[in-house]
């Protein structure tokens, strides 16, 4: 079973640099997108059911803005589109697939970099979604939370973590809300699990500015975190850096069946 998961930065771009015909040569059984950055009149037939996938996704109230899909080769028995929380909900940030006994959940979490209005919105959030992620796992379901959290967990997470102690990110506060929900709440960082201690490698955002793609400047921010048996049906991930459809680049896991 591969899944993967891949912050788009816009549908229509990154089917304008070939997301498509990479998608259909990808052998993916689930994939979960973020930032759609379209809303469903923008979505070409193509983008809404890619030959062989059924599409479910949440577009955001505001346009070109946020929103998250899933497609997979198997419908889903039951879609929950948000988390219930009316103002978050209302950006497009939370979608869940059921199959049989298995759930996937492709995440959005809110950016704090643009201000501290933001930032404040992201701790809101975080304290809102930590419920739902021991509701998850209590509720005895395999679940996989594929997405953009927008935060790097550890130093090795990012190459310029002395310089970026103070940003949106990389905050204390973050850093120990992951180390929360990976220890206490019993979540498993799948890409921790097969590689523990990679560091250029792990990366899966580049900021536009300075050259950081070119030179390596990223991020691990996009992750896919399950429930402990499933990590533990884990068996290979990958981070593809071949061609380039977005800003972020797609996390690969394939899980034994």
């Not at 930032?119 to 979604?129: C, G, P, S």
């Not at 992951?178 to 019993?186: A, F, H, K, P, Q």
């Not at 250029?200 to 050259?211: A, L, M, P």
Request: some cysteine.
């Amino acid at each position: 079973m591969r899944i993967i998961t891949l912050n788009l930065n816009g549908i229509r771009s990154a089917c304008n640099k070939g997301f498509l015909p990479w998608l259909a040569a990808s052998s993916a059984d689930i994939v979960c997108l973020q930032e759609l950055k379209a809303q469903a009149g923008d979505m070409q037939p193509d983008m809404l059911q890619p030959p062989g996938y059924h599409g479910y996704f949440h577009y955001a109230e505001k346009k070109g803005y946020s929103g998250v899909g899933i497609y997979s080769k198997q419908p889903a028995d039951k879609v929950i589109i948000g988390l219930g929380h009316a103002h978050i909900d209302a950006e497009g940030r939370y979608l869940e697939c059921q199959y049989g006994n298995l759930s996937v959940v492709s995440l959005y979490l809110p950016s704090g970099s643009s201000g501290e209005e933001r930032q404040q919105f992201k701790f809101q959030v975080l304290a809102l979604f930590l419920p739902h992620l021991e509701q998850l796992i209590a509720g005895g379901r395999e679940v996989v939370i594929c997405g953009d959290w927008n935060i790097a967990h550890q130093e090795i997470d990012l190459k310029n973590y002395k310089g970026n102690r103070k940003n949106s990110g990389f905050l204390p506060e973050e850093r120990a809300w992951m180390t929360d929900i990976l220890g206490r709440v019993g979540w498993v960082d799948v890409y921790r699990t097969l590689h523990p201690e990679t560091t250029d490698e792990c990366y899966t955002w580049w900021s536009n500015r300075g050259q950081a793609w070119a030179k390596n400047v990223g991020w691990r921010i996009d992750y896919q975190l399950a429930t402990q048996a499933l990590a533990k049906r884990a068996k290979a991930v990958s981070v593809y850096k071949a061609e380039r459809f977005s800003d972020h680049a797609p996390l690969i896991v394939d899980y034994q069946d």
